[in-house]
């Protein structure tokens, strides 16, 4: 009944005859332009702060610039000379994968599985948050390089601490080809406090209720675990995923200043020699080049990725 | 009979309590080990750091780190660096996560021509490295005039330029019944209303989370504000400590940690303040009876 | 009736209990749907009026705490006056010295506002060259030799002769090689030398006094490898023959031998044979196990002097007792010994002693092309090369003053680590030496950053012997300069 007479008020309102001001308003409250006003901040921000950098840049990939000087236009020599005349193009994108590949999984394992326990409420909680939270504030200030280089010295704390194990160890582990990376993924990892705050936020918007009435019909903590936290949290994860995995592709900072790629190359990022190429050697023109194709790497995993949500990610239809 | 089992059970309860406690704890201090460290380092004397590495507890206190840190450089006091990283951090943030909510809005909820576009355009934003727009960046803020000065630091963050946190924020509308959208709609509410009124309140776990992101990773960047800070005065800690650790000379390596520990603790009190937001999230909880 | 059930069934499940039971008590849809809201909107105001109060509280005082200090002093742009911005990198001790020096400028100029810039020594390039693209660079900079082609020869520097043709720039005092060394290939002056040093091995005196070994006069590389051998067999201690660094060390070995190492913007080594010997010391250093483990560098910031295995190591596995670098690093290495030992200096190894040496700007001023007043610029350099007080201020700092007056003046303030390195500049190395180089060409940082430290790395991990590595640094040093 109230519904109809509702209805009957929005069609008397059309015939009237509309001032400039509520035919403003109305034109306002348009969904699709509702849609373009409440986006215009990235709509500026991307026309005014990145398209110019960004198409300027893709023009530097095809030019010869040291930066000092003008570019000078070579076209696909950058491009070319990267896949035919650079082996440490190959090494450092061969390290990065290997890099994210096994950083992405371990950082989301721990996150989530961290969030999980702390959603027991004890007294210590608190303080298990913020220890497990900061380790990641740290970032990647210069303290951290010293202490992670003092840790995995020779005489640094892992070999003590495998020595209390009754291992005699002396081992450099950042000296050794074969072991350097993973002491930056080890870093990577311990790092993971940030991740863990997102799922942390993500458990808290499950209504509680939906717990409520599952129990109320029986189901146990393991079920109520795999029906209703898991599900409901695959967006959360999926979103982690991406997050991290472009995050890990364009790892910078833990090479930057801990190994600079020492030993022989094998923990150079992709970004840290480009960053070299741009920067160090005055090779800015190829250094865009790189940029670009790490771009179009990382976005087809991300297509990848898009394409596989529908399999495992729980999400509200939109109509 | 039922009274063992009710004990037992409870003894159960209360060994797993313990247990629980014990490999949190233990996992926990671990994962604190590295940071302690540092924190304790910057109570011994300065050349004694790395002799003396292996030792977590200084055998000998001193302040002094933290007095030569805080006298800071060529008469800069470290206060100042302080204050100018809190400026430019916070008024970022609040843009960042402002402009973040009612974007990510738009692009969840709201038909319109181009949507789809504009998510492209916004991932793409996430998978762009900052080195590469560095120079093309520098001289398009140069021809806008915006070199010396902290424009280039704060201003294109309030654009909703970062699509982390767009992105975030999307996905926790996502948690948010379209039902409420559409009963709010029925209502008479406009779009604009329906966002600030019904989906901005139930995003205060989002908001909360983004904010202490955004802060986090504005007090760290240090490479805008080399690019675009000259007066040495104006510096943000993340670049003042870059000068403390040059490493053509001697270096201060104690009150480099000294001030490592300061510039951390804005980015801890923030997270401390409003961790109970996350906590408390929101309950969806409506009417009782 | 169909509207109601569609709202029900759009809501999700734990919403549809709330819908059933208000309606069993008679509300209708759009009431309870209303009901819904308002009391969501409540609680939600509540809780987003007391969180946005505080947040908006929050941010207001740490809003107004910082505006209070960090806009307390403006850098003021003086209308009326000249102004001068001057960048450089440093330590600490550098910039509180520099910021005197400029005050007595100030001081003695009325009217002229000095700015100085200073950051560290990566973080200054990168700036730099971002400046140079945007025509924005400071009007004096510091510049040092690996660089220098690069600013010189893209016409950023801006010559400085008639400065000096003029009276300007008073360069009477100083030695004719020494300006010669801030001159491009073709003659132009682009920058003035801010302190001179000499290439010099730094070695820990005690112990070579302990192990009874001595270093001839006129030493050889091959009195080097032996010396090496002998300080290893006696006491575990190895060495560090200037591992994982630039090209500096080779140059030296070729001018001994009457040949450049670049030539004209390219490579003047064609045949491997003339750099094997080279390549071959660092073979023989980690085959005989007297040079240090390439793991031990891994574990130490390789530009951070004070962790330089010649006065921090945990062991004699970890120690090298010597080090290959300029002359004055000697005080700050000095300073940083713990354990009483004297350093000590002596020339870099050579067939030819007298050709390989040479005495080097550590560092230059130069004025870049965005200088509006050059002239004033000059007055500056002028002033620091000149001023006694100035030179009294900055010590030693960058170097042994250029202005061969200047030693005099500023002996009493200092310390035996700084005369000694003095003493070894002036009559060591200036009476035994010939013309420094030119300036390496303008692509070698590749060369000097990434090409030589790896194929040093590389030998060191027993991945390539001295000819392979000597064949591979020819082709992609050439290849690298003309990229």
């Known amino acids: 009944m109230r519904l109809h007479s509702l209805m009957g008020l929005v069609e008397d309102m059309d015939e009237e005859k509309l001032t400039w001001k509520q035919k403003l308003v109305r034109f306002f409250n348009r969904e699709s332009v509702a849609g373009v006003v409440c986006s215009l901040p990235f709509i500026i921000g991307f026309l005014a702060f990145m398209v110019v950098p960004m198409v300027l840049s893709l023009f530097y990939s095809f030019t010869d610039y040291s930066i000092v000087a003008s570019p000078q236009w070579v076209g696909l020599k950058n491009y070319i000379t990267m896949f035919t005349d650079d082996p440490l193009f190959w090494q450092s994108l061969w390290v990065t994968l290997l890099f994210a590949v096994i950083s992405v999984p371990l950082k989301l394992g721990f996150a989530l599985a961290v969030a999980l326990l702390l959603q027991r409420q004890t007294r210590l909680t608190g303080f298990y948050r913020i220890a497990y939270y900061l380790p990641s504030i740290l970032g990647g200030s210069v303290a951290v390089a010293i202490l992670w280089r003092r840790m995995f010295a020779q005489d640094g704390v892992i070999n003590s601490v495998l020595g209390l194990f009754g291992i005699n160890s002396h081992f450099s582990w950042l000296g050794d080809p074969r072991t350097a990376i993973w002491t930056l993924i080890t870093l990577s990892v311990w790092q993971f406090g940030s991740s863990m705050l997102i799922f942390l936020a993500a458990l808290k918007q499950i209504p509680t209720e939906l717990y409520e009435a599952a129990s109320m019909d029986g189901a146990g903590s393991w079920r109520r675990f795999k029906d209703i936290t898991m599900p409901l949290l695959t967006p959360t994860i999926f979103f982690n995923l991406i997050m991290q995995m472009i995050s890990g592709f364009l790892a910078f900072t833990q090479c930057y200043i801990i190994t600079q790629g020492k030993p022989l190359n094998t923990t150079l990022f992709y970004m840290v020699h480009m960053y070299n190429t741009s920067f160090t050697y005055y090779q800015a023109g190829y250094g865009a080049a790189m940029a670009w194709v790490m771009l179009l790497i990382v976005g087809v995993f991300t297509l990848l990725l898009f394409a596989t949500k529908r399999f495992w990610v729980y999400e509200e239809k939109m109509k | 009979m039922s009274m063992a089992v009710s004990h037992s059970t409870a003894r159960h309860g209360h060994q797993r309590h313990i247990v629980y406690h014990v490999l949190v704890c233990a996992f926990a201090l671990l994962m604190l080990y590295p940071i302690a460290w540092m924190f304790f380092s910057s109570f011994k004397p300065t050349n004694t750091v790395f002799s003396t590495a292996g030792q977590l507890i200084p055998s000998t206190w001193t302040l002094d780190n933290y007095v030569h840190g805080f006298a800071g450089f060529s008469g800069v006091s470290f206060w100042r660096y302080l204050g100018n990283s809190l400026f430019i951090a916070t008024t970022a943030t609040v843009g960042t996560v402002a402009s973040s909510a009612i974007v990510a809005y738009a692009l969840k909820r709201l038909h319109f021509h181009g949507r789809k576009v504009l998510f492209v355009a916004m991932m793409i934003t996430m998978m762009l490295p900052a080195q590469i727009l560095l120079v093309p960046q520098y001289l398009w803020y140069q021809k806008l005039g915006w070199t010396n000065s902290y424009m280039p630091l704060i201003v294109p963050y309030c654009f909703a330029i970062q699509g982390f946190f767009v992105y975030l924020i999307m996905n926790f509308i996502d948690g948010i019944p379209l039902s409420l959208d559409e009963a709010a709609k029925l209502d008479g509410c406009s779009y604009y209303g329906i966002f600030f009124r019904v989906i901005l309140p139930l995003l205060k776990p989002a908001l909360v989370t983004s904010f202490i992101f955004s802060f986090m990773w504005r007090w760290d960047d240090f490479l805008s504000a080399l690019m675009y800070v000259s007066d040495t005065e104006k510096y943000p800690v993340a670049l003042a400590l870059k000068l403390f650790s040059d490493p053509g000379s001697t270096s201060d390596y104690g009150a480099m940690f000294a001030m490592c520990c300061v510039s951390l603790i804005p980015s801890i009190l923030i997270f401390l303040f409003f961790q109970r937001y996350l906590v408390n999230g929101v309950s969806t909880s409506g009417l009782k009876g | ?483």
């Open chain 3, 1 to 483: 009736m169909d509207t109601l059930k569609s709202i029900l069934d759009s809501f999700s499940y734990s919403h549809q209990s709330v819908m059933i039971l208000s309606l069993r008590k008679g509300g209708s849809a759009l009431a309870v749907c209303n009901l819904f809201i308002d009391k969501r909107r409540q609680v939600a105001k509540g809780a987003k009026v007391t969180f946005m109060r505080r947040a908006f509280a929050i941010v207001a005082s740490i809003g107004f705490l910082c505006s209070v200090s960090a806009c307390g002093q403006s850098t003021q742009t003086s209308a009326d006056g000249e102004h001068l911005t001057i960048a450089w990198w440093g330590s600490q001790d550098r910039n509180d010295k520099q910021a005197q020096v400029d005050k007595l400028f100030e001081k003695e100029n009325p009217g002229v506002k000095i700015d100085g810039q200073f950051s560290q020594y990566s973080d200054y390039w990168q700036k730099l060259a971002t400046g140079a693209s945007g025509d924005q660079m400071p009007d004096i900079i510091a510049m040092d030799s690996p660089y220098f082609s690069q600013y010189a020869d893209n016409d950023l520097l801006i010559d400085l002769q008639p400065y000096v043709d003029a009276g300007t720039l008073d360069l009477s005092e100083v030695s004719k090689a020494t300006v010669d060394a801030g001159r491009s290939e073709e003659g132009n002056l682009y920058a003035v030398s801010s302190g001179l040093n000499a290439p010099a091995l730094m070695y820990d005196k005690t112990l070579l006094d302990s192990l009874g070994i001595t270093i001839p006069k006129n030493w050889t590389w091959d009195d080097f490898i032996d010396i090496c051998r002998e300080v290893y067999e006696a006491s575990g201690v190895k060495t560090n023959a200037g591992y994982y660094r630039d090209v500096f060390v080779l140059q030296y070995l070729l001018r001994g031998e009457g040949k450049e190492l670049f030539k004209n913007g390219q490579l003047n080594v064609t045949d491997e044979s003339q750099i094997e010997p080279y390549f071959a010391m660092f073979q023989k250093g980690i085959d005989e196990g007297w040079h240090l483990d390439p793991t031990v560098f891994t574990e130490i910031s390789l530009s951070a002097i004070n962790q330089d295995p010649l006065i921090a190591y945990s062991d004699a596995a970890h120690r090298s007792w010597c080090n290959f670098g300029w002359s004055n690093s000697l005080p700050s290495l000095q300073s940083l010994v713990t354990n009483g030992d004297k350093l000590a200096l002596t020339t870099w190894p050579s067939s030819n002693i007298k050709k390989s040496n040479y005495v080097h700007p550590s560092m230059y001023w130069a004025i870049t092309k965005n200088c509006k007043n050059p002239e004033l610029a000059a007055r500056w350099i002028d002033f620091y090369v000149n001023n006694a007080q100035a030179n009294k201020i900055m010590g030693t700092d960058r170097g042994v003053p250029i202005n061969n007056k200047m030693y005099a003046v500023i002996k009493e303030g200092l310390g035996e680590s700084d005369l000694t390195a003095i003493e070894y500049l002036r009559k060591v190395v200036e009476p035994n030496s010939s013309t420094i180089s030119a300036p390496m060409p303008e692509k070698s940082s590749q060369i000097n950053s990434s090409i030589m430290p790896s194929v040093q790395e590389e030998i060191l991990y027993k991945r390539l012997d001295a000819k392979q590595a000597a064949e591979k640094f020819i082709s992609q040093a050439s290849a690298a300069l003309n990229r």
